[in-house]
Structure formats: structure tokens, C-alpha cells
């Protein structure tokens, strides 16, 4: 009884003192049941959505029939992507639809699909031809717990093959080297909570802060209002627009439409030093929208990529179907010069700052 006293008394200090340290194993056991009831919830909207999906497929292939029916599978693929979308928002595309159908023609028993790959992964599987590999590269990933882009990686760079004509030591140097590889790529195993493509399937609105930080949120909706008030003909079209490609997701940070130079402006920004990488990705996102966005009358798409860091920014923009002398004759006109872009990020990286600081000393008073 005395020593129950005693911890009382222990525990009531350490709590008036502000110094109460949680008994041995109480948190982990907590922390246990949420990792079980995350864990619980991603098997059942994953294993809903891969089978729904591969459901849809089924019934498209068997409503399309043969080769001899193909423009009315088409025109079939067509409508039902208006409808689905009307309905139930987005998530349903023409390619969306398409990569169901092919669910289905690479995966035709159902019974047979593995719960512990989602639909990301699925359609990465649906592309590989042969089917001994894909067979193996599915319960590789189940088994080892390859994120989607681990996943595919190996099957771009051909894992399965190489595995195949290594033996031994040189066996052990192609897993060893995969496994180094692909450590960065190995993701959040609770990514799917931010995942648009589960929004998607639940019917739920996209959350842009899903996929920004702090600064960088605070970078882009600075940046949002000084284009909109610039009174140059911007009109804002989106946040965080998801383009979804063969090969994975992107999100283009802001969209505008510029009537008065009747194109789309694409902004791009990165809190880390710009590679070519990052100019190669705003080109494609600029020839995507011309595809699949630009009207008739509309001059070509315009990309600015933005970079933020500690010692300096930059901007670059991108416009491919376009001289740099069209370029700079006409697109400088109604836009922000490089240097203006860059002051605006670095004034916003100040008040972000400074922001900050006041914030951490009030919540600091507020404790004490």
C-alpha cells in the first residue's frame, strides 16, 4: 500500500512539475491499436478498390467483345468515363478505364489477387508482358513490401532477368544493389491516407496540403495571389492539379489561364536545388496540356519552374512550341520578370520566417 502511495506521489510531482514521463510500455500499447486500426482500414479500401477495379475491367472486355467491335468498345470506354465521372467524380478517365481493362486481361481469376498490393501497384503489374515475371514481380512485392515505385523500378530495370542469369555471388550483388537502390523510394507504409487515388475511389476531394510543406504552401498561395493581382490577364484554374501518367502521378503546384495571352501557365516549385530533371518534367507537363488541354486559338502552354533555397532562387520557364524570340517579345509582356519571381519567393521565405519565430514565442507563453 505504502509503495502504491509512493508512485502516486511520484507520478503527482512529476505532473505538477510539468515532467510526467508515461509508464513503461503505455504508449507503445496505444500506439499498437492505432497502427492495427490503420492497418485494418488500408486492407479493407484497398482490397475494395482493386477488386471493384478489376470488376469494371471484366465487364468492359466482355461488353467490347472481339477486335470486330472495336469502334464501338471505344465509343463504349468513352461514355461510361462521362457518366462514372458525372457520378462519381473523379478518377474514372478514359485511361483510367483503360488500365481496368487491362487489369483484367493480365489478372482474369480475381479469387487469385493479393490483398497486400494496391491498385497502383496492379497497374504497374498490367504492363509487364510476360507473364512469369509478372507473376513473380506480384508476390516479390507482396512479400517484401515493395513500394509502387520500387516495384517499378525492378521491372524497368529488369530485375527479374537479371536475377535469372546471376548466380551465386553475382546473385547476391543484384539483390544487394536493388535493395541499396530502391531504400529512398520505399515509402510512408501509411502513405495510403494521403493517397489521391484512394480519395478518388472514396469519393473524396483532393487535399492539396497532402502534398506540400509548410513553406512550400505558403510559397504557392503567395505566389497565387501575386499573379491574380497583377491584373494581367490571369484567371486561376487549379491547386495541385493531378496528372496521372503511364508511368506515375504528378501534381502541378499552380494552373492559370492567361486571356490575354490566350495560353495555360503552369508554376512549379521545388525547395531543393533545379536539375534538369525538374526542366525536363515542366516540359512534358507543357506538352500534355497542349494535348490535352489547349484549344483552338490558344498559343502554346507556358511552364515556370521555381526553385527555393538557402543561397539563392531561381526561375526558368518553358514554353516548347515557341521561339525564345516570341517568347520574349510577346509572354514577358503580360508576365513577371525572373527577377520579380525571385524577390517574391524570397520576400515570402522572410515573413515565413519571421512568422514562425513570433508564433513559436506565443506558444511558448501559453504553456508556461
Given at each position: 500500500m505504502a509503495g502504491k502511495d509512493s508512485e502516486s506521489i511520484r507520478h503527482t510531482a512529476s505532473s505538477e512539475s510539468g515532467d510526467l514521463s508515461l509508464p513503461d510500455g503505455f504508449y507503445e500499447g496505444i500506439a499498437s491499436v492505432l497502427e492495427q486500426a490503420r492497418g485494418k482500414a488500408y486492407r479493407a479500401v484497398n482490397t475494395a478498390m482493386v477488386h471493384a477495379y478489376w470488376e469494371i475491367g471484366r465487364r468492359i472486355v466482355e461488353e467490347q467483345g472481339g477486335e470486330e467491335r472495336a469502334a464501338y468498345g471505344r465509343a463504349l470506354v468513352k461514355e461510361l468515363s462521362k457518366r462514372l465521372t458525372d457520378d462519381?467524380?473523379?478518377?474514372?478517365?478514359?485511361?483510367?478505364l483503360k488500365y481496368m481493362r487491362q487489369f483484367y486481361l493480365a489478372f482474369p481469376k480475381g479469387h487469385t489477387l493479393c490483398d497486400q498490393l494496391s491498385w497502383s501497384h496492379y497497374r504497374a503489374l498490367s504492363r509487364v508482358a510476360d507473364p512469369k515475371a509478372?507473376?513473380?514481380?506480384?508476390?516479390?512485392?507482396?512479400?517484401?513490401?515493395?513500394?509502387?515505385?520500387t516495384l517499378e523500378r525492378n521491372i524497368s530495370t529488369q530485375y527479374y532477368h537479371r536475377l535469372l542469369q546471376s548466380q551465386g555471388a553475382d546473385r547476391e550483388a543484384v539483390?544487394?544493389?536493388?535493395?541499396?537502390?530502391?531504400?529512398?523510394?520505399?515509402r510512408d507504409k501509411l502513405?495510403?491516407?494521403?493517397?489521391p487515388v484512394v480519395a478518388e475511389f472514396l469519393g473524396l476531394a483532393l487535399n492539396g496540403g497532402f502534398q506540400e510543406s509548410e513553406l512550400e504552401g505558403a510559397i504557392i498561395t503567395n505566389l497565387q495571389k501575386f499573379l491574380l493581382e497583377m491584373g494581367k490577364g490571369y484567371a486561376f484554374v487549379a491547386r495541385q492539379q493531378h496528372i496521372r501518367t503511364e508511368l506515375d502521378d504528378f501534381y502541378i503546384d499552380l494552373v492559370f489561364y492567361n486571356y490575354l495571352l490566350k495560353c495555360f501557365v503552369l508554376i512549379d516549385l521545388k525547395t531543393r536545388w533545379l536539375t534538369?530533371?525538374?526542366?525536363?518534367?515542366?516540359?512534358?507537363y507543357v506538352r500534355m496540356y497542349d494535348e490535352l488541354k489547349r484549344g483552338e486559338g490558344d498559343n502554346p502552354t507556358?511552364?515556370?519552374?521555381?526553385?527555393?533555397e538557402n543561397e539563392r532562387d531561381v526561375a526558368h520557364f518553358s514554353v516548347?512550341?515557341?521561339?525564345?524570340?516570341?517568347?520574349?517579345?510577346?509572354?514577358l509582356t503580360y508576365l513577371p520578370t525572373q527577377e520579380e519571381l525571385k524577390a517574391?519567393?524570397?520576400?515570402?521565405?522572410?515573413?515565413?520566417?519571421?512568422?514562425?519565430?513570433?508564433?513559436?514565442?506565443?506558444?511558448?507563453?501559453?504553456?508556461?
Open positions: 462519381y467524380g473523379q478518377g474514372f478517365t478514359t485511361t483510367n509478372r507473376a513473380w514481380y506480384e508476390s516479390e512485392a507482396a512479400e517484401q513490401g515493395w513500394s509502387v515505385r539483390e544487394s544493389e536493388m535493395k541499396a537502390l530502391a531504400a529512398p523510394l520505399q502513405e495510403f491516407i494521403k493517397n534538369h530533371q525538374d526542366i525536363g518534367q515542366m516540359d512534358m507556358l511552364g515556370i519552374v521555381l526553385c527555393t516548347l512550341n515557341g521561339s525564345d524570340q516570341l517568347f520574349a517579345a510577346k509572354y517574391e519567393i524570397e520576400r515570402q521565405k522572410e515573413f515565413f520566417t519571421e512568422q514562425r519565430g513570433l508564433g513559436s514565442e506565443t506558444e511558448s507563453d501559453d504553456v508556461e
